[in-house]
Every structure is written in C-alpha cells, then in structure tokens.
C-alpha cells in the first residue's frame, strides 16, 4: 500500500488545519473554507486541460452543474445503506456526479476537441450555457426555483474531512497522471500537436481523456457544493463560475497544480477578506481591488504566480542550495 | 537486391489548382541511405508530409512494408515504424530534453493508468529503463549533459540533433530527415554526415534525407531522387546525378545559346 502513504500524511496535515478552522474560527469562515475546498477542485481539474493540455474550456460551471444536480437528486431521494453509513452512502453519489459530469464531457469532449482554441472555447462556452438553461427548463429539479433540501454532512470537521479525501483524490491522481507517460502526452499536446502526432501520440485520445478526467473532478466539485450550500439553482453555475474557474488557472501559473491551488485559496478568500473594509469606507471597493490586482497581475507576471513550477520545485531548489 | 521498404505509387498532392507534387513514384530499399532534393519549392517538404500522414495524397497510394498507408492517421503511420524530423524545428520548446525524447517513447510504454495511480512496481520499473534507454540515445550525440536543460535552450544545431534522437526513440523502420544540416557550418555538418552513417548501421535504419548540401547529398547518400516542380525529373547513384543534364538545368537554368 506504499502508493497511499503520501496521500496519508497529507490527510493528517489537512485534518491538523480542519482541527484550527474548527475551534478557531466561526461558522461564516468555516463556509468559506469549505468553498475553498471546492475552488481547489476546479481550478486542479481545470488546469489538466487548459494548464496541462493546452486546450481551452470555459464551461467548466455546466459540469460542475451536473454534477451538483446529481447529487442533490441522488441523495434526497435515493437510501440504499442503513443511517450509519450514509456518509459512504453520499461517496458513492459523488462518485456518481463525477461519472455523469465525465459522461458530458466525453460527449461534449469527443467532437469539439477536433477543434482549436477559440473555437474550443466557444463550443465549451455554449455547452456551459445549453446546461443552465436546460436546468431552468426541468421542473422536477425545481427549474429556476432551485432545489432545496440537499443533506448536509454534518458538523464542519465531518464536511471538512470529506471534502479533504475527495481534494487528496483529485490532487494525486492529477499528479500522477501528469509525471508519466500519459502525462507527457497531454504536455505534448500543448506543446506541439504536429510533432506530437508525428512521434506517435494521439492527439485526440489524449485531449478526450485530459478532458474527461477534468470533467469528472469538475462534477466532484459540484457535488461537494451542493451538500455544503444545501440548495442550488441554475443560477450557482453561470458563466462567471466557469471564468472564476479559468482566473484561477491563469493567477496560479498554467500546468502547475501548486498554483492552482493557491490562486483557489486567493481567489475564494480575497473578496471576503476585503469586506471590512466596506463597512469601513460605506462603499463597496471589494470588486474594483479583485480587479486591479488581477490586472497588475497580469501586467507584472503574466506567467501566473508560479508559471509552471510547483511548490515542490521551490522547495528542491532551495533544499539543494542549502545542502 | 533487398527488399523495398517504403514506397510511393504515383502519389499526388493538390492544393486547389497547385500541383504540388505531381505523380511521384519512387522506392526507398531497406538499409538504403537515401536522398530527395531538388530546388526550393520543388515539393520536398510535401513529399514528407505525404509519407508521414499530414496530408493524405490526392491521389496515388504510399506502402510500407508492403502495408498501404491510406487514411492512416500521422500517429498510426509513426507506430508503423516510419519517424522524422522537421525542416523548421517542431521541438516540445517548454520541455526539457530528456521530457522531448521520453514523450516520443510512449508507445513503446509497457504500463497502464492503473499502474501510474497506484505507483506500482511496474509503474517505477518501466520509467526507470525508459529514462535510462534515452539517457542512451542522448549519449549518441553528446547530448546527455544537457537531458535536464529546456530544449528551447538548446545552440540551433542541438536542437536538430535532439529532434533526431527523438525521432530514433520511437523505434522506427525508416527516418526522414527534413534538412537536417540546415543552418549548420562546414564541420558541424561534416559530424553530422559521420553519425547518420553510424546511427544507420547501429539502428539497422533506414534514412531518407532532404538536403540543400549538396556536399553531404552525395558524400552520402546511396541513391538519390530530384523534384522539380513536383515532378521527378532523375533518379540514380550520385554520379548519374551529378552529371545530369535535366538537373543541371532545373538548378542553374538553360545556357543562353545566343
């Protein structure tokens, strides 16, 4: 069982965080660690096709929406696992919402990878929108009153905890994938698809799976969501959430997963952290300072805060010096 | 006589009313060193294309070992054993070297996803002598020292040089070489002329090559085919080349008799 070590003692580290948040902190930060969390996932998911494989989505709402969706469904009206286990009850319907958020993207995934850039861009931002609108269109799900009664987890920790083994999940199978083989393809891939091809890789199973892969993490994402907010509608997943998702990408640095995560926590507290100081001044400035500091980031470091290295590359670096 | 390796049957390739290659038919035997040249925009390049799966000839048909290549994405024709270069260096820039060469490895690679999530023994054994087999291949052109640099990184004529060690790692039957001394000066190429020779007998290669020194075209190469403007205008040993008349004038023009 060599291969969970590392995800072990990182789980510990997380717990060891949760444990702070939760003695430390009120309901109010607690809720928006959560969503950090869920951040951290699309912006690790996001980043395998637009950091990793050179692609560009911009629907990434549309699966976390379905997968969100999916889960409220399942979990309110499914019990197939006595009360005790109904935390394993709600894996398996997550699990679930990744699988059906993995099946859309196959779907969407399999004809418009054929196609580049903006047109990519254009296809996944359609398919965002076709999802949202399709949502307030079915009255079973509540259309665009939303659907409410979504089970939650429990106390904070338990949520916390969940929400840790589904990021440690994402996170080493994203890691792994990207140091071998496999991932040396997709890196191929955004590299240069004519050589690519040339020295044998397929382009498009590549693309396909960098996608699906994504797709399925994005849907985890909205399951998670669902159980923390307890209701959504078709308005949680617009199209801002899917350009949130790709400003996370951009801030932490294209292909590194370190980045992604940090731009996650950044992106997801910054707006909250700045809220004092509208009580302080009686106008709302938390809007315009996100902004200007995404647009002197990009002026200043528009490779993003890590521009490809991961945290780990720093810590060699500097261990290496030290030695 | 060996058997024929490669073969194009008549192929043609048409860009709305340009004919750039027009019915060329030629052999390349195994184990031969063999040359394309011609005048620029004679359709070289094209020819390349055609072989490797960029474009699907208009007509006429491309066989590998006998296998015809029709409809055969570029990635399926590379798994077939035919590999290659190119003329304006397509190397993965944000890699570095030993990433290059590793990527072009791939499908020679023995474990599955499973292997990977679960860092299985297999997982470890296998990148393990993949990374050492290209270490190997590096070490053919000196590149070795260099495996951890980013290719973009690389002098010019390195980065010729590691785009035919990625090509080597693929395994292939036959490599193409898209001008590969390009840009390169009289001793570099002269080196060059020494470890395609050597790379040839020690990967049992077959070696199709453009080339624009003309000094390395026929120091080398066994046999050789002139395109001009598409159309095969001679075929032979460098001597029968050297003193044709047809390619004489598709270089240098007709001697004005007036």
């Known amino acids: 069982m060599g291969f969970l070590k590392r995800p072990f003692l990182a789980f510990l580290a997380l717990a060891a965080l949760g444990l702070i948040v939760n003695f430390g902190f009120n309901a109010y930060i607690q809720l928006i660690v959560l969503f950090i969390l869920v951040n951290c996932l699309l912006s690790m998911s996001l980043n395998l096709v637009n950091g990793y494989t050179g692609q560009f989505s911009l629907g990434h709402a549309g699966f976390m929406a379905i997968g969100a969706y999916f ?13 005790s286990l109904q935390l394993l009850e709600f894996f398996v319907f997550i699990f679930g919402a990744g699988l059906a958020a993995a099946l859309a993207g196959f779907i969407v995934g399999l004809p418009s990878l054929r196609l580049k850039g903006d047109y990519l861009a254009i296809v ?32 904070f920790m338990v949520s916390f905890l969940f929400a840790s083994v589904w990021i440690l999940i994402c996170f080493f199978t994203i890691w792994r994938i990207v140091h071998s083989s496999h991932g040396r393809g997709f890196l191929s891939v955004r590299e240069d698809e004519i050589a690519a091809e040339a020295m044998g890789i397929n382009t ?9 892969l994504s797709s399925f993490f994005a849907g985890v994402a909205g399951g998670l969501f669902a159980h923390f ?33 940090v731009a996650a926590v950044l992106i997801t507290a910054l707006p909250e952290l700045l809220r004092p100081l509208q009580d302080l001044t009686g106008i709302d400035l938390r809007m315009v300072i996100y902004s200007l500091a995404l647009i002197l980031m990009m002026i200043l470091r528009p490779q993003g805060l890590f521009g490809g290295y991961e945290l780990t590359d720093l810590w060699r670096k500097y261990v290496r010096r030290s030695a | 006589m060996s058997a024929v390796l490669l073969e194009a049957r008549n192929i043609t390739m048409q860009f709305g009313g340009l004919k750039a290659v027009d019915s ?8 031969q060193l063999a040359g394309l040249i011609g005048p620029n925009g004679a ?17 006429g048909e491309v066989f590998l070992d006998g296998q015809s290549l029709s409809g055969l994405r570029p990635y399926e024709i590379s798994h077939l054993g ?24 791939h499908q020679h690679v023995q474990y599955g996803l499973l292997d990977t999530l679960l860092q299985t023994k297999r997982f470890k054994s296998s990148e393990q002598s993949l990374r050492s087999k290209v270490i190997d291949l590096l070490h053919i052109f000196n590149l070795e020292k260099k495996a951890l640099e980013p290719a973009s990184s690389l002098p010019y004529g390195e980065q010729r040089k590691l785009e035919i060690v990625r090509a080597l790692a693929t395994d292939p039957k036959i490599i193409l070489l898209d001008e590969p001394a390009a840009g390169m000066n009289h001793s570099e190429t002269h080196q060059l002329m020494e470890t395609i020779a050597k790379i040839r007998s020690q990967f049992n290669l077959t070696v199709l090559l453009i080339e624009h020194d003309m000094k390395l075209v026929m120091g080398i190469c066994e046999n050789i085919a002139v395109l001009d403007h598409g159309v095969k205008i001679e075929e032979g040993a460098p001597s029968v080349i050297q003193n044709s008349a047809k390619v004489i004038e598709a270089y240098l023009g007709v001697e004005d008799e007036a």
């Open chain 2, 82 to 105: 035919i590999t290659r270069t190119f003329q304006n260096i397509r190397l993965f820039k944000g890699l570095n070297v030993l990433e290059n060469v590793l990527i072009a490895a």
């Open chain 1, 229 to 261: 907010t307890a209701f959504i509608s078709p308005s949680s997943f617009t199209f801002l959430q899917s350009v949130n998702a790709v400003i996370m990408v951009v801030l932490g640095g294209m292909g590194s997963m370190t980045g992604a995560i």
């Open chain 1, 204 to 212: 498009t199973e590549m693309k396909v799976k960098a996608f699906v």
């Open chain 1, 124 to 155: 996944t931002l359609g398919f965002g929108e076709i999802i949202r609108v399709a949502l307030l269109n079915m009255d079973f799900l509540g259309g665009p009153r939303g659907y409410s009664g979504i089970p939650s987890f429990g106390p």
């Open chain 2, 24 to 31: 060329l038919q030629f052999q390349v035997k195994k184990g």
């Open chain 2, 43 to 59: 359709g070289k390049t094209t020819v390349f294309n055609m072989l490797t799966g960029v474009y699907q000839p208009t007509h």
């Open chain 1, 71 to 83: 889960t409220a469904f399942t979990s309110s009206k499914i019990h197939f696992l006595p009360d």
